[in-house]
């Protein structure tokens, strides 16, 4: 069975175009979504694939209705071939029931693999700088220095109320209240 599946981001766009190719090409069924390619809970998308058996195929008008990322296409590609449903898109000629369409699928799933891989080394790249830079801690420094702590303190042992001690020191009432839980008196960690 061939099983249709349509996408559009807002309201105001029109669904015909992508009804009418999946019609065109055979499909039986054809659910679709009002939603953002890169929102997970899509329930035509769960009902496309709930209704997909193996030997089915599931055809969209164009790879990226089924989702933005890369990431995803391949994650849903691979659990359509674990279960034996193949993918076809219509434009851009990828029908994974082909050898042809396989090879290109597979090599656009290795250009992805090789993109998170690079996400992650830059990432790993980005912490090292990051800790050369600002020592062994993880994370930005506290903007309420020894010598903030220090006015703090004086103020609330004068008998300042909190909120306008972190007002004079200029930090917000959320990390004068983590340095100072209980709103006085020795700093916290």
């Known amino acids: 069975m061939l099983i249709g599946y349509a996408r559009v981001s807002t309201s105001d766009q029109n669904l015909t175009l992508q009804m009418d190719a999946p019609t065109a090409a055979g ?3 054809i659910c679709s979504d009002t939603a953002s390619g890169a929102k997970a809970d899509r329930p035509g998308l769960s009902e496309a694939l709930n209704v997909a058996r193996r030997g089915d195929t599931l055809v969209v008008w164009k790879l990226d209705r089924l989702g933005r990322s890369m ?3 391949v994650e849903l590609a691979a659990d359509l071939a674990t279960r034996g ?3 076809r898109s219509l434009t851009d000629g990828i029908d994974t029931a082909t050898p042809t369409g396989r090879l290109l699928f597979h090599i656009l799933a290795s250009i992805a693999e090789m993109e998170r891989e690079l996400i992650r080394e830059r990432t790993m790249a980005g912490l090292l700088a990051a800790r050369r830079k600002n020592g062994p801690g993880r994370g930005r420094r506290s903007v309420l220095t020894p010598k903030k702590r220090a006015t703090a303190m004086k ?5 300042d109320r909190p909120r306008d001690v972190a007002e004079a020191i200029g930090v917000s009432v959320a990390t004068f209240y983590r340095h100072f839980p209980a709103g006085g008196g020795e700093p916290g960690t």
């Open 27 to 29: 499909c039986e069924r």
């Open 71 to 73: 990431k995803g296409l």
């Open 85 to 87: 449903i193949e993918l």
């Open 155 to 159: 103020l609330l042992a004068a008998g």
